[in-house]
């Protein structure tokens, strides 16, 4: 999947930190999901 370059450096750097801390709160979103289904 390739994303068009943003004009602006700040934004490549903002997405960088984006796309680095996204599989970060997924994990901790599916974690908790799993421990309220775990205590339902």
């Not at 450096?9 to 999901?33: H, N, R, W, Y």
């Amino acid at each position: 999947m390739k994303m068009r370059k943003p004009p602006a450096v700040g934004c490549e750097f903002m997405q960088a930190v984006f796309s680095g801390l996204s599989p970060l709160v997924i994990k901790d979103m599916t974690d908790k999901g799993e421990r309220i289904l775990v205590r339902a």
